[in-house]
């Protein structure tokens, strides 16, 4: 899933969840994640991959949108 060239994989996150979608983390290690990027149903439509640092630890946190 990419919405533009310069968009870190956090902003993505947060653009998904802005335009009324969820996401949920399915795995996540020191070294990368894999987010399913969910229909505002639940149903997976696409998965981002990343080793970004600052998604890292932002997912830590914070493993899913559709949950404080």
Not at 50 to 68: G, I, K, Q, T, V
């Amino acid at each position: 899933m990419v919405f533009g060239v310069d968009v870190s994989p956090l902003d993505t996150l947060t653009k998904w969840e802005e335009s009324g979608a969820i996401w949920r983390t399915k795995s996540l290690t020191k070294e990368d994640a894999v987010v399913d990027l969910c229909a505002c149903t639940g149903e997976p439509v696409d998965q981002l991959r990343s080793s970004d640092p600052a998604l890292l630890a932002y997912l830590e946190h914070r493993p899913r949108s559709d949950s404080e």
